[in-house]
């Protein structure tokens, strides 16, 4: 069995307005997972625990083929204490829909994956900006991205499915 994540990745300027994000904070923290491992910027939507790899492709397949490109707008910046920092966009629809889709398709046959985290209601959408800071650095990452971040509002473009740890992308779907 393996993890699985299900996320949405953004249009070009979105993805290079978070990744200068991340490169500022790894260069000052050292904290440099997301880098090291080829995460791109994106918000998850679903984690899962499965054996069968095809299925999540076509099922992911499925339900892309009925998604369109969607803005979400991007508010505010957020922690989980004390090892991440995030940008937190403001729940709308459009991620609630895909959350809950996503989710009850996938776990007619598999398991939830991270500890239930990304069911709808117990899910807090976020983009990681760092992964696995240390106590000691957070401030410095809080405050990198404080001076870095304004409102701002980006693109859903893509469905993507990846293996989890290490990250691998194994399928991406453009949405309409």
Not at 48 to 56: A, F, I, M, N, Q
Request: include cysteine; charged fraction near 20%; glycine fraction near 6%.
């Amino acid at each position: 069995m393996l993890d699985y994540a299900i996320t949405l990745e953004f249009d070009k300027d979105t993805e290079n307005k978070i990744r200068a994000m991340m490169d500022e904070v790894a260069a000052a923290t050292g904290c440099t997972f997301m880098l090291d491992a080829g995460v791109p910027p994106h918000v998850t939507v679903s984690m899962v625990v499965s054996d069968d790899e095809k299925r999540l492709i076509s099922d992911i397949g499925d339900i892309a083929g009925g998604m369109q490109k969607h803005t979400i707008s991007f508010a505010n910046i957020g922690v989980f204490n004390p090892y991440v920092i995030y940008l937190g966009p403001v729940m709308n629809e459009f991620l609630l829909d895909t959350c809950r889709t996503v989710n009850d398709r996938l776990l007619k046959y598999n398991e939830p994956g991270n500890l239930s985290r990304y069911l709808p209601y117990q899910w807090v959408p976020h983009a990681a900006v760092a992964v696995g800071l240390q106590p000691g650095t957070i401030n410095e990452a809080f405050s990198i991205i404080l001076n870095k971040f304004t409102a701002f509002d980006a693109t859903a473009e893509k469905i993507i499915l990846a293996r989890a740890e290490p990250y691998e992308e194994l399928r991406s779907w453009e949405l309409k």
